[in-house]
């Protein structure tokens, strides 16, 4: 996946120094989920972040679900 005009990164944490981050688009996300669109553009959704951290799954299955 390209990062071109990604305005939201997920990070998914290792043990290690570096973490992996994927890139995606708020809009995109937001209309395909309503999940997302609440969590981007609800009464909740706070600040605006530029990254999510992911602890529970694991890079390479959560690509599979943006894709």
Not at 5 to 23: K, T, W
């Amino acid at each position: 996946m390209s990062g071109t005009l990604a305005d939201i990164y997920f990070v998914f944490p290792n043990r290690g120094e570096q973490q992996d981050a994927l890139p995606a688009h708020k809009f995109i996300l937001s209309m395909r989920s309503p999940v997302f669109e609440e969590m981007f553009y609800g009464l909740d959704a706070g600040k605006q972040e530029t990254e999510i951290t992911v602890r529970d799954i694991r890079p390479t299955t959560f690509r599979a679900l943006l894709k």
